[in-house]
């Protein structure tokens, strides 16, 4: 540890923020007593908040405190960054966002929409459009997190109708998709279903075809259309185009959405479709889905079921993928007064 212990010492002196974080992970993972991890902590917080753009910095020290179980120590951080640039408009606003996106990435929605409205104010103030629309659609994501999904519609509408103004496509349609997910929820498939066709007509990118296409699966599994769902979610892998954050996101809302159907006993719409999902691979994941299948049947009564999901099992190399496999197969234990 001494060379890095140097290091480090010289960048603390000297207040390079940036030495600071490429040093950051080897030298945190290094201090094994958490006293002296807090000390490091704090001194730390106190350089960085001095830097011209300490928010990776703070991003990571937060992190480790949300990890000793001192999340507010984190957020002091945010707003002790925030009063240092009060000064500069431009600049509060943005300390002013990643404060709110603190509170928010920490479970806070309350605090994150109470920052959000000083940042919208002091938007509106400044005159930068672009940044109030941003913040009416944070305003919005937040109070949908707190189940307000109208007041969610109305902030994003405002927001929808500035990007639409400004020419700004990908945000525009970025809000489209949120506005079609809190229909959604408020029940209101037709209205959301429109939205997501109108995204789909012309999407711009993958990343928005791909949530455009996660949302369509969640309004067609509302419609209990399950057919149509699977399809969704198997057009959203495919685009993907093995771009890892975003296949992790698929993948992962796709895993979710099965599980749910086989705790419900839905396992008739599990073996018919899940076909579908092994069609866009061709490694062992196609006999993951095709296994899970096989499960939905054993579930279901069919004991033949079971040396089919065996033989598909064996062939499953992905220690992930067989971990989900084995968690899946184990009985459900139900409990009764």
């Known amino acids: 540890m001494g060379d890095i212990k140097a290091e480090w010492e010289k960048a603390l002196n000297e207040r390079d923020c940036g030495r600071l974080l490429e040093l950051f992970d080897d030298y945190i993972e290094e201090i094994e007593d958490e006293e002296t991890l807090r000390g490091e902590l704090k001194r730390l917080g106190d350089v960085l908040v001095e830097c011209d753009d300490p928010y990776d910095l703070a991003y990571e020290v937060a992190h480790v405190y949300s990890h000793l179980g001192e999340t507010e120590k984190g ?5 002790r960054i925030a009063k240092r640039k009060k000064d500069d408009p431009d600049e509060y ?18 605090k ?5 409205e000083q940042l919208l104010k002091l938007e509106e103030e400044i005159g930068n459009e ?7 659609a944070h305003l919005a994501v937040s109070h949908d997190e707190l189940g307000e999904v109208e007041k969610a519609v109305a902030l994003m509408e405002r927001a929808r109708d500035i990007f639409e103004r400004l020419g700004d496509e990908v945000n525009l349609l970025t809000s ?36 455009a296409r996660l949302v369509e699966a969640e309004i067609h599994a509302g419609r209990k259309n399950y057919r149509a769902a699977f399809t969704a979610l198997r057009d959203a892998l495919l685009k993907t185009n093995e771009k890892e954050e975003l ?4 993948f992962d809302t796709l895993v979710d959405f099965l599980e749910d159907l086989l705790d419900e006993g839905a396992y008739g719409d599990v073996y018919e479709n899940v076909g579908l999902l092994a069609e866009a691979f061709e490694d062992d994941t196609a006999d993951f889905f095709r296994a899970i299948g096989e499960l939905a049947r054993w579930r279901e009564g069919d004991e ?3 040396k089919r999901f065996e033989e598909l099992y064996s062939k499953v190399k992905n220690e992930e993928l067989r971990l989900i496999l084995d968690e899946w197969k184990r009985p459900k234990l139900t409990f009764g007064l």
């Open 176 to 211: 489209l998709i949120d506005l079609a997910h809190f229909h959604y929820e408020l029940g209101h498939y037709d209205e959301a279903e429109a939205l997501i066709r109108e995204v789909l007509r012309n999407p711009r990118n993958d990343e928005i075809e791909v949530n």
């Open 93 to 110: 606003a943005v300390a002013l966002y990643y404060l709110a996106d603190a509170y928010e990435h920490f479970g806070m929605p309350e």
């Open 304 to 306: 033949e079921a079971k």
């Open 75 to 79: 957020i002091e951080i945010y707003k």
């Open 130 to 136: 672009r940044e109030t629309a941003l913040t009416l």
């Open 247 to 250: 296949f992790s996101l698929v």
């Open 112 to 116: 994150a929409i109470e920052v959000y």
